[in-house]
Nanobody
Framework: QVQLAESGGGLVQAGESLRLSCAVS????????LAWFRQTSGKERDFVAG????????YYSDSVKGRFTISRDNTKNTVYLQMNNLKHEDTAVYYC????????????????????????WGQGTQVTVSS
């Protein structure tokens, strides 16, 4: 049974930092691309950051580039999202995702997540940034 369990969300002030963690089980972790998405009420789930399965190549949305860092520990089957200099507009529910996708295109990654039975999502963790 595949499980993705996020943790580390909370309430912080603008300019502060948070680190999200996502523990993954039930799939070959080092063979999967891992990613973080976020969603606010009434809006589509947006791509935030991705870590390609091989060489752990990272890629980011423009809105977080330079502030957020995705990393993965293949020995612990865990992916992290370090979020620095948080802004009010970063407030959202953050979701961890895993897909057997080989590229670095967020659009194609989303398609894999939405359509492939072998892809999975976590339950989400709330991040609230007060201004």
């Amino acid at each position: 049974q595949v499980q993705l369990a996020e943790s580390g969300g909370g309430l912080v002030q603008a300019g502060e930092s948070l680190r999200l963690s996502c523990a993954v089980s039930g799939l070959p972790f080092n063979m999967y691309s891992l990613a973080w998405f976020r969603q606010t009420s009434g809006k589509e789930r947006d791509f935030v950051a991705g870590s390609r399965w091989q060489l752990a190549t990272s890629y980011y949305s423009d809105s977080v580039k330079g502030r957020f860092t995705i990393s993965r520990d293949n020995t612990k089957n865990t992916v992290y999202l370090q979020m620095n200099n948080l802004k009010h507009e970063d407030t959202a529910v953050y979701y961890c995702a895993a897909a057997p996708y080989r590229g670095t295109d967020p659009v194609l990654l989303r398609l894999w997540l939405e359509r492939a039975d072998s892809s999975s999502w976590g339950q989400g963790t709330q991040v609230t940034v007060s201004s």
